[in-house]
């Protein structure tokens, strides 16, 4: 009679087992490298200690009861990720094995049933995926499970599916209340992945994308996820979430608009706040720009990095200008005049700061091409207060500053304070005086005449003409 021995199995070190290594090994390669050269002990009993067992006791039963019934076991959408998992783990895919005991076999036969699974089965082993396997793994297995996850995102659905389980564990907030509204598929569903980390969303997300999905749906799904993963979060999971999202909205909203650029701009503010990667940033600034011509003054000022004493943070405005003229010619005219009152406006705010360097100050006033400017009244207007509140300019730092001002584009009252005002250097003062000149002869008479008086009101008073 042949003696029967004994495998403890320490299982993480959490629970023990008692198997016989005989019907456990015949089935695991695993086993059999460990023990197949080893006699049993007297007491025909041997120890293995599993410290990263997939599924811990769960999935070591899982493998017993594959062991003791002969090599079959059911196959559902609650296990099948697990017991992939163990197979893998105890190297449980044996090629000698008579077909109905070939592990591999069944769970690609159960597979081909896949697309009849309900949408909670689906989600139930995307989440086994997620708890056992890293979101890069590529397995058929995974791939599987996520393309007909995303595949099930994009079917119609009856009504109720807007009454899902979801509705009671999930409290969406404004920045869903637009899809919700429509009581879309999609929308809904979605909402239904909250519970996926930021890398296996990407893994989502990326799929969707490679199958067109509605990019409207996918860019306010983001935003709610975000809100959602970041509440009671640390300070590191925020920043991991941020910029896994940040990643993911390049790929989806990149010049659609999708999201609002207020939204944009809360974002950036957040991960100013939880200091995001330098690339991340810089994707951020790419969305920025790309809807650039949306934003509003208020959007615009962004306090200063700690530590440094100018009110706001002028070099991210540049950064994000550069964002938007990287657009090239696919600005129209309208678009660029609209950006072109706005950094006026902008730089109205900064002029006065008397942190703001020469060099910098002088970026800012230039960076914007000659067409987004119908007239320089507003930017004259903003280099006259910087000038007068840093006296500290040399006459270099001065000039080059001043030479940003296109007289051809000043009015008439403009030209007229710029040619008396004593803040600017003379070859600044005189050009504007020709100039005045020039447009003065150009008018008619009785205009001409009114003008000049006003003119030489102003140059009496040495009052603003602004």
Not at 83 to 109: H, I, S, T, W
Not at 250 to 277: A, M, Q
Not at 365 to 372: F, G, K, N, R
Not at 374 to 397: G, K, M, N, T
Request: net charge neutral; hydrophobic share 35%.
């Amino acid at each position: 009679m042949e003696i029967c021995c004994i495998l403890e199995v320490d299982v993480n070190g959490l629970e023990t087992f008692l198997v016989d290594k005989k019907i456990t090994g015949s089935f695991s390669r695993r086993l059999n490298r460990l023990f197949g050269q080893k006699s049993g002990a007297a007491n025909g009993k041997q120890k293995v200690i599993f410290h990263d067992f997939p599924g811990g006791s769960e999935g070591f039963e899982l493998m017993s009861r594959f062991c003791y019934n002969n090599g079959k076991v059911e196959i559902n959408p609650y296990n099948i990720v697990l017991l992939n998992r163990v197979a893998r783990f105890m190297e449980m895919y044996c090629d000698e094995a008579p077909g109905n005991q070939n592990l591999e076999e069944q769970m690609e036969k159960s597979l081909k049933g896949i697309s009849y699974w309900s949408w909670s089965e689906l989600l139930a082993s995307l989440k086994q995926c997620q708890d056992l396997l890293p979101a890069k793994d590529s397995s058929f297995l995974v791939q599987k499970i996520v393309d007909c996850i995303t595949e099930r995102l994009s079917l119609p659905t009856d009504a109720s599916s807007c009454t899902s389980s979801s509705d009671s564990s999930y409290h969406p907030r404004s920045s869903m209340d637009s899809v919700n509204s429509n009581c879309s598929h999609m929308a809904w569903r979605l909402k239904d992945l909250t519970f996926l980390e930021i890398d296996w969303l990407d893994k989502i997300v990326r799929a969707m994308v490679s199958k067109e999905h509605d990019h409207f749906a996918i860019s306010r799904f983001l935003l709610y996820y975000q809100k959602m993963k970041s509440t009671g979060a640390t300070v590191i999971e925020k920043r991991r979430i941020l910029e896994g999202l940040i990643s993911l909205l390049s790929l989806v909203d990149r010049g659609s608009s999708n999201i609002s650029c207020k939204c944009l701009f809360e974002l950036l503010c957040l991960g100013l706040r939880w200091n995001i990667s330098t690339g991340h940033k810089e994707l951020l600034e790419s969305l920025i720009g790309s809807q650039f011509d949306q934003a509003t003054v208020d959007h615009l000022l962004i306090q200063s990095p700690r530590g440094k004493k100018y009110a706001y943070d002028v070099y991210l405005i540049i950064r994000i200008i550069k964002a938007y003229l990287h657009k090239g010619d696919q600005s129209p005219a309208g678009q660029l005049k609209k950006v072109g009152h706005l950094i006026d406006s902008y730089i109205g705010e900064v002029a006065a700061d008397l942190y703001v360097k020469p060099v910098t100050f002088e970026e800012l006033v230039s960076i914007l091409p000659e067409a987004a400017r119908a007239s320089h009244d507003s930017l004259y207007r903003v280099i006259d207060i910087y000038i007068e509140v840093h006296q500290q300019l040399c006459p270099q730092e001065k000039q080059r500053i001043c030479d940003v001002l296109n007289h051809e584009k000043l009015s008439t009252a403009a030209l007229g304070d710029l040619a008396y005002n004593a803040n600017f250097p003379p070859k600044i003062t005189v050009k504007a005086l020709l100039m005045l000149q020039h447009k003065l002869k150009n008018l008619v008479p009785g205009t001409r005449e009114n003008v000049s008086d006003k003119v030489k009101g102003k140059r009496k008073s040495n009052n603003s003409w602004c």
